[in-house]
């Protein structure tokens, strides 16, 4: 058990409809990341949050969106949903703020995944 | 940009045989370089981290990896494996993003499979 929960952990609907994806890191952890999983493209990083502030962006498309808490559980919205938007979500967390160039990254804890199917 | 590429997709080994999962990076920067292996239905788990400090990093589970400039490799090894071991492993390197941000970039993952 990493200790970063995630729900829901299955999840069915259809194109055009928009979700909420829900995120809570180990305790003390103040980074938050969210990462898509699917066949074609691999695990894809979409967006970091540190303590409550947008700090790193990947290949997050403009549909989709994330904000994290004053209480650092974190939310990702997807909406206008696409067949192509089927994969798996997983949110991650570390202790620190992601890293800077001498330092690197640290240790992310990862949730056990949202799977997203869309019809 | 920092990324990694790993060679092959899937692995098959007989329990007992030597483990080798392949990972080449490119980074213009030294990089910090990971290892994750992920178990069916579940989330990933680090199975080592090279930070520079020594080449010949070991973790959990009796793995390890070889940090070689020369090759820009990180291969990861096992002396022996288990039927414990199938499962999907991944190399990630830490990356510069936009905004100045850092987070893994992960390569397309093995998925390694031991044979009785």
């Known amino acids: 058990d990493s200790g970063v929960t995630q729900t829901p952990k299955h999840l069915i609907t259809a194109t055009g409809q928009r979700v909420t994806l829900r995120c809570s890191p180990r305790s003390g952890d103040l980074s938050v990341y969210w990462y898509q999983q699917s066949l074609d493209q691999g695990l894809q990083f979409l967006i970091q949050?540190?303590?409550?502030?947008?700090?790193a962006k990947g290949n997050i498309l403009e549909r989709f969106s994330a904000q994290q808490f004053p209480d650092l559980h974190s939310e990702l919205n997807l909406s206008s949903l696409e067949l192509g938007d089927s994969a798996l979500y997983f949110c991650?967390?570390?202790?620190?703020?992601?890293?800077?160039?001498?330092?690197?990254?640290?240790?992310?804890?990862f949730g056990e995944g949202s799977r997203l199917t869309v019809l | 940009a920092q990324s990694v590429t790993q060679l092959g997709s899937h692995v098959s080994v007989s329990e007992g045989a030597l483990v080798l999962l392949r990972c080449n990076y490119s980074s213009s920067v030294p990089p910090y370089l990971f290892w994750y292996v992920q178990y069916p239905n579940q989330g990933l788990q680090l199975l080592l981290k090279?930070?520079?400090?020594?080449?010949l990093v070991k973790g959990i589970n009796g793995f390890e990896a070889e940090f070689k400039k020369s090759e820009t490799s990180f291969h990861l090894t096992k002396p022996s494996a288990h039927m414990s071991d199938a499962a999907e492993y991944f190399c990630?390197?830490?990356?510069?993003?936009?905004?100045?941000?850092?987070?893994?970039?992960f390569g397309k993952g093995t998925s390694l499979l031991v044979t009785p």
């Open positions: 090279y930070t520079s400090a020594a080449t």
């Open positions: 990630a390197v830490s990356a510069l993003n936009s905004n100045s941000g850092y987070a893994l970039n």
């Open positions: 991650a967390s570390s202790t620190g703020q992601g890293g800077t160039l001498a330092g690197g990254i640290g240790e992310l804890f």
């Open positions: 949050y540190y303590n409550g502030e947008e700090r």
